[in-house]
């Protein structure tokens, strides 16, 4: 399962963990995705959608008919 956003394209952070030693291993900073299911009443059915707690946000803002059309338009897949 991929940690992608599907609404703000949010995805892993990659990084370095530092020890006093200056010894350098990868880390990674996972976006926090959920899997939520929306019902888009122009459509009048119901879609399950990965999405972070920022795009949680965008939708409350701004609507899931908004959002929805704007992910149709970019080429997003249901």
Sequence with gaps: MSKVCQVTGKRPLVGNNVSHANNK????????????????????KWIKIKV?????????KRGIDAVFHEMVKAGERF
């Design 25 to 44: 291993t990868k880390t990674r900073s996972l976006p926090n995705i959920q899997t939520h299911r929306f019902f888009v009443p122009t459509m009048k």
């Design 52 to 60: 972070s707690a920022h795009g949680l946000r965008i939708i409350n």
